[in-house]
């Protein structure tokens, strides 16, 4: 079949490359497939972990928030005059910064991701 390349190239060095080409290849094929598997597999394990803080979230929140509101009654109570006030306004405050801190990391993760993204195929394990 290939006789007439063997006129020009020796044949060990031919069946040599050709071997490697053919190795190359296959590679490259594979490779796309196992890219693409090991991606779905990546989603389906995020979605699940999302899901299940998803689900912890809500308890979370609140033995946090009874956490800070615990700690704004002790606060409270050491200050004279208007305790009531003050611990409504470190409540209001805090519940503040926890949505703005969360809203911060939302946007921070969101540009984190989309830059990574840009830049994967030059990132090496």
Do not use: C
């Not at 040599?16 to 190359?24: G, H, M, W």
């Not at 209001?92 to 830059?115: G, P």
């Amino acid at each position: 079949m290939f006789e007439f390349i063997f006129d020009y190239v020796e044949r060990e060095s031919f069946t040599k490359y050709l071997r490697l080409i053919i190795f190359i290849a296959t590679y490259i094929i594979f490779r796309k497939y196992y890219s693409d598997w090991a991606k779905m597999k990546q989603v389906k394990r995020q979605i699940e972990q999302d899901n299940k803080e998803k689900e912890e979230k809500p308890e979370k929140d609140r033995k946090k928030r009874a956490e800070i509101e615990e700690k704004l009654t002790q606060e409270a109570a050491t200050f004279g005059w208007g305790k009531k006030t003050r611990k409504n306004v470190k409540l209001s405050q805090s519940i503040l910064e926890e949505q703005a801190t969360e809203l911060r990391e939302r946007h921070q993760t969101a540009y984190d991701a989309q830059e990574d993204h840009d830049i994967e195929d030059l990132l090496e394990d």
